[in-house]
């Protein structure tokens, strides 16, 4: 069975910092491209970044480039989003995802291997 397991999101002020983490369980993890996918209040599913199964080729959204790091330890089948220079309005849920093959993608992988989400309030 496919488990992703998020944390490290909270309360952070403006300008902060937070690291997120996804342990993956139930599958083999350098197989498998992964992705960060957030959803603010009321708004609908944004993708956020993504790394290749074997963590060489990253890609992010525009709205996070710059600020955003993602990488993954193959070892401990751990990914993570490092992010820096918080918004007010990267307020939301984020959610870690397993994509359909080795690839990066720059769409939310299918629903079935999500995490169940931490959450990240960016408010002074």
């Known amino acids: 069975e496919v488990q992703l397991v998020e944390s490290g999101g909270g309360l952070v002020q403006p300008g902060g910092s937070l690291r997120l983490s996804c342990a993956a369980s139930?599958?083999?993890?350098?197989?498998?491209?992964m992705s960060w996918v957030r959803q603010a209040p009321g708004k609908g599913l944004e993708w956020v970044s993504g790394?290749?199964?074997?963590?060489?080729?990253?890609n992010y959204a525009d709205s996070v480039k710059g600020r955003v790091t993602v990488s993954r330890d193959n070892a401990k089948s751990t990914v993570y989003l490092q992010m820096n220079s918080l918004k007010p309005e990267e307020t939301a849920v984020y959610y870690c995802?397993?994509?359909?093959?080795?690839?990066?993608?720059?769409?939310?992988?299918?629903?079935?291997?999500w995490g169940q989400g931490t959450q990240v309030t960016v408010s002074a």
């Open positions: 790394i290749n199964g074997g963590g060489g080729i990253t």
């Open positions: 139930g599958f083999t993890f350098s197989s498998y491209g």
């Open positions: 995802a397993r994509n359909a093959g080795w690839r990066v993608t720059t769409t939310p992988p299918p629903r079935g291997n």
